[in-house]
Every structure is written in C-alpha cells, then in structure tokens.
C-alpha cells in the first residue's frame, strides 16, 4: 500500500481536515479513539466505512 493513499483532503469535505478516503470521517476523529486506548475491532465497528486496509 502506498503511505496515505487511503486520507483524503479536500477542501469541500470536512473542512479540509484528512479524511478517510470516501467516509467523511476526520484522521482526528480516529486518532482520538486510539489514544483512548481502543481496540481496532471495536474502531471498525463503529465506523463500517472503514475497513482493515485504512488501518495498515
């Protein structure tokens, strides 16, 4: 996999901020629940946009 080939910016989308490719859901937002300890599984389930290969 090409490094960032699955964040986005675009200005029109999030106010620019990273995205997930295609979900609209900001880096930071996932960030967030990683530095609270999270567990991918439980990241993954919350948000069904992402999949395994935006968490390589």
């Known amino acids: 996999m090409i490094p960032f080939e699955r ?8 106010n620019g901020k990273p995205e997930i490719k295609g979900s609209r859901i900001p880096v930071t937002v996932i960030l967030e629940h990683i530095a609270e300890g999270e567990f991918w599984e439980k990241i993954l389930a919350h948000y069904p946009e992402i999949t395994n290969e935006d968490t390589a």
Do not use: A, R, W
């Open 7 to 14: 964040i986005e910016l675009d200005p029109k989308v999030c």
